[in-house]
Antibody
Framework: EVQLVESGGGLVQPGRSLKLSCLAS????????MNWIRQAPGKGLEWVAS????????YYADTVKGRFTISRDNAKNTLYLQMTSLRSEDTALYYC????????WGQGVMVTVSS | DIQMTQSPASLSASLEEIVTITCQAS??????LSWYQQKPGKSPQLLIYGATSLADGVPSRFSGSRSGTQYSLKISRLQVEDIGIYYCLQAYSAPFTFGSGTKLEIK
């Protein structure tokens, strides 16, 4: 069974940093590109970043480019999102999802940016 | 950047009715279009990928189609468990973009 479990969220002050993790199981992690997608409270879905299976290709939304870094450790079956210079508008539920079609999603982890 | 214009924003339909939701891409995205259903408090679920392919375990009353840069999701016979918010996603060219969502309710 494919499982994606996000962690690392919480309450953080504006301007500070936070690192999210997504632990994958039930499939060969190194074979798939991965995505981070977020959803602000009561709002729609927003694609954040994607990384190819070998980390050769990385893409970011304009809203996070230069502040967020997506990475992965295939030996640990883990996807990461390093978030710096956080803003109130980054407050959202952050999901990791597998593959170009985002066939499988985690349950999400909440990030709240507030003083 | 590619814009995805999704319509309608909300929709109220009767059980067994046919429902259609559309996404218009601002440029060619080929078949790099997926549809998702999100129920309250839950993670989105993939319904359709590659514009027309049904994801595993999704009821056959769901179908996807494409006409040029317009993509449609059709529910052939609306069921009560189909209520939720539906999103399209283009993954043809980064930055990938979601439609704004369609809230589907039962009349």
């Amino acid at each position: 069974e494919v499982q994606l479990v996000e962690s690392g969220g919480g309450l953080v002050q504006p301007g500070r940093s936070l690192k999210l993790s997504c632990l994958a199981s039930g499939f060969t992690f190194s074979n798939y590109g991965m995505n981070w997608i977020r959803q602000a409270p009561g709002k729609g879905l927003e694609w954040v970043a994607s990384i190819s299976s070998s980390s050769s290709y990385i893409y970011y939304a304009d809203t996070v480019k230069g502040r967020f870094t997506i990475s992965r450790d295939n030996a640990k079956n883990t996807l990461y999102l390093q978030m710096t210079s956080l803003r109130s508008e980054d407050t959202a539920l952050y999901y990791c999802a597998r593959g170009a079609a985002s066939r499988y999603w985690g349950q999400g982890v909440m990030v709240t940016v507030s003083s | 950047d590619i814009q995805m214009t999704q319509s309608p924003a909300s929709l109220s339909a009767s059980l067994e009715e046919i429902v259609t939701i559309t996404c218009q891409a601002s440029q060619d995205i080929g078949n790099w279009l997926s549809w998702y259903q999100q129920k309250p408090g839950k993670s989105p679920q993939l319904l359709i990928y590659g514009a027309t392919s049904l994801a595993d375990g999704v009821p056959s009353r769901f179908s996807g189609s494409r006409s040029g840069t317009q993509y449609s999701l059709k529910i052939s016979r609306l069921q009560v468990e189909d209520i939720g918010i539906y999103y399209c996603l283009q993954a043809y060219s980064a930055p990938f973009t979601f439609g704004s969502g369609t809230k589907l309710e039962i009349k």
